[in-house]
């Protein structure tokens, strides 16, 4: 039976890579005493699907800002902690098919300069050279970045919970959170599938589960998830290595190789809304 402490200063619930990251800044800032719970074992909710890209251009100052410090963390695991996060730098690859969109990619071509990243408009043949499975027929422009790249999701979530343990924090898989308590407004303890744990805060990093996790404190976590489809094709011939990922807005398409085939995740114009509770 997992022996868990009576008592934590913060206890993280989820271990995606949002309860991962939490439960290392926490130990990185000093509560060396945090605790993750994770009812099944790391990265068993969404994290494991995630394409992991990572585009450093967003569309305001203070996210990008967060998306180049990602960057700057996960080389600094790496050396830290000696486990890989898979960080793979192939670029990525915007494609306007119509004008407005070849006037928003520009902007974001020059936004990027705004913001210190480097992007290139290029030519089709270069676009084509990139990626030679492209049909380029009625691609009216391209922009490249070629700073953007991909990780390991479930490789980063070890390497933070491994910098994490190191300054004492810990994590329990297998125990789920089944109650928050509070008194008098604040939140004094969680119950668990294992026991009863006292604490002086949460991080509720439950994903598309915080509603029904956040309703058990009785807050209302406005948070609702939406289905997002993805598909793996077998291994593709002239697919050889890793390739940069290409994003085409106007047909709701990203693409990019994996294990020799190819990931072509979908931008949903509807996404269809997952009812609470499943
Ligand atoms: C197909 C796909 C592609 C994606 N591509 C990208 C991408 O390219 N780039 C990008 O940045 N993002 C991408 N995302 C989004 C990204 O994966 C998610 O935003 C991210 O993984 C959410 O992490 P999380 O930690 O919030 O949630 P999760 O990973 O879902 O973790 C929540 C955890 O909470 C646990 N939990 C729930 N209830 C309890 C409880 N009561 N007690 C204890 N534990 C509990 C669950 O078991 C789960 O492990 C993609 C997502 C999908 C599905």
């Known amino acids: 039976m997992t022996q868990l402490p009576s008592h934590a200063s913060v206890i993280v619930i989820g271990g995606g890579i949002m309860g991962c990251s939490t ?3 926490l130990a990185e800032m000093g509560a060396t005493d945090a605790i993750l719970l994770e009812r099944n074992k790391l990265t068993s909710g ?5 394409a992991a890209q990572v585009r450093a251009l967003r569309h305001s100052q203070n996210l990008t800002r967060m998306i180049q410090y990602s960057v700057d ?20 690859l915007s494609l306007a098919t119509n004008p407005d ?11 990027a300069h705004a913001y210190g990243i480097d992007a290139q408009s290029i030519s089709l043949a270069e676009a084509k050279e990139r990626w030679p499975l492209m049909n380029a027929e009625d691609v009216l422009g391209a922009v490249w970045s070629p700073d953007d790249g991909r990780v390991s999701p479930s490789d980063v979530c070890a390497a933070l919970i491994k910098g994490a343990r190191h300054r004492g924090a810990q994590l329990f898989e297998d125990i789920g959170v089944t109650g928050i308590l509070t008194q008098d407004g604040k939140i004094t303890g969680v119950e668990t599938t294992a026991g009863t744990i006292s604490c002086d805060a949460i991080a509720l990093c439950t994903g598309l589960w915080s509603r029904e996790v956040g309703e058990m404190a009785g807050a209302e976590v406005p948070a609702l998830a939406c289905e997002h489809f993805y598909l793996l094709t077998k291994p593709i011939e002239g697919i050889v290595g890793n390739t940069p990922t ?13 294990s020799g ?3 072509v995740g979908c931008f949903e114009p509807m996404g269809k809304p997952i009812a609470p509770g499943i």
């Not at 969404?46 to 995630?50: E, G, I, Q």
């Not at 996960?74 to 990525?92: D, F, N, P």
């Not at 969109?101 to 936004?111: D, F, G, M, Y």
């Not at 290409?246 to 190789?257: A, E, K, P, Q, T």
């Open 101 to 111: 969109r070849l006037t928003h990619i520009k902007r974001q071509e020059a936004l």
């Open 73 to 92: 963390l996960y080389a600094r695991l790496e050396r830290e902690t000696g486990q890989s996060v898979g960080w793979i730098q192939k670029g990525s």
């Open 46 to 50: 969404t994290t494991w699907h995630s």
């Open 261 to 263: 085939g190819l990931l």
């Open 246 to 258: 290409l994003s085409d807005h106007d047909n709701r398409l990203y693409i990019r190789d994996d």
């Open 23 to 25: 439960l290392y800044h």
